[in-house]
């Protein structure tokens, strides 16, 4: 399945991120993978985040409130008329490159008046419950929107967004994907999870019903952070995720983006052998600024 551009009133999703939670560069990394970056003062990669645009309706919402939220808002509210905020936010997890650019929202920053922000149970007790969080609330900065475990939500008559939970280090929250069906296709977004086979859900059976999936890649395989114990943080890695994926007809694979990339994950760079070889593979790699239509 090729990327398509969106059509002119079609409603689509835009990539806005695609790096782990900790950015690209990271802190602390003196790697090949973050000394160029640093050196020439590049920060455009951006933390993982989807946009939904809705040209048919002036409207627009956010998947993921990340450190870079800031930009990302710009980038997103470009893509529509007079347009100067989401018409909401969705937040996946409390690990901080899912949450934590709500602060954003609040009276040192915007002064955000109830921006709707979509939560599962746990995250929105946890946002409710603890400082600075808490003051986005009392000061109604943000009006928290509960979703449920595969209850859909009807963001117009035709787009509506399932979340569903995952398997993932529920430390504060719960942790959830998404499923956002358009007019015509419906896409998937898990930016994290722990294993694919940690998860009572057939992955396999779930690509092969939706047209787009946006799928974690965070680490490439075992050897990329040999410093770090990977029993702390398990993710699926890439080439787990192609051996089982393999199976699938080309039709399917192509509609697998991976996306949540660590800075460490050789698939940011779009010239290496690793990169080349999942193409080859028959899959994608979601790359920031990506469009894709969901009529």
Request: proline residues 6%; aromatic residues 8%; hydrophobic residues 35%.
């Amino acid at each position: 399945m090729e990327i398509s551009e969106s059509k002119s009133e079609a409603p689509y999703l835009i990539v806005l991120g695609t790096a782990q939670d900790g950015g690209s560069p990271h802190i602390g990394c003196e790697k090949a993978c973050c000394a160029t970056l640093l050196a020439e003062n590049d920060h455009s990669r951006s933390v993982v985040s989807l946009g939904l645009v809705n040209p048919r309706t002036n409207q627009c919402w956010m998947f993921e409130a990340t450190p870079d939220f800031t930009a990302q808002v710009a980038e997103l509210v470009t893509e529509l008329p007079a347009k100067r905020l989401p018409d909401g936010v969705f937040v996946t997890h409390a690990h901080i490159g899912h949450y934590t650019g709500l602060m954003y929202l609040g009276r040192e920053a915007l002064g955000a008046h109830q921006m709707p922000v979509y939560t599962m149970p746990r995250m929105k007790q946890f946002l409710e419950s603890n400082g600075p969080w808490s003051q986005l609330v009392s000061l109604k900065n943000v009006e928290l929107k509960m979703l449920q475990d595969k209850a859909e939500i009807a963001l117009t008559e035709k787009i509506v967004v399932k979340p569903f939970t995952v398997p993932h280090r529920d430390e504060f929250s719960e942790t959830v994907g998404f499923e956002i069906r358009g007019p015509g296709k419906t896409a998937l977004f898990i930016p994290d999870i722990d294993k694919w086979q940690k998860w009572d859900t057939n992955v396999l059976e779930l690509i092969q019903k939706v047209d787009y999936a946006f799928l974690d890649a965070t680490f490439y395989d075992q050897s990329e952070v040999p410093e770090r114990d990977m029993s702390e943080i398990p993710h699926p890695f890439v080439v787990e995720s192609m051996k089982l994926m393999d199976t699938l007809p080309e039709t399917d694979r192509r509609k697998v983006h991976f996306i949540h990339l660590n800075h460490s994950n050789p698939l940011l760079d779009e010239g290496s052998p690793q990169t080349k070889e999942v193409q080859k593979k028959g899959y994608q790699i979601a790359r920031k600024g990506m469009r894709v239509s969901l009529e």
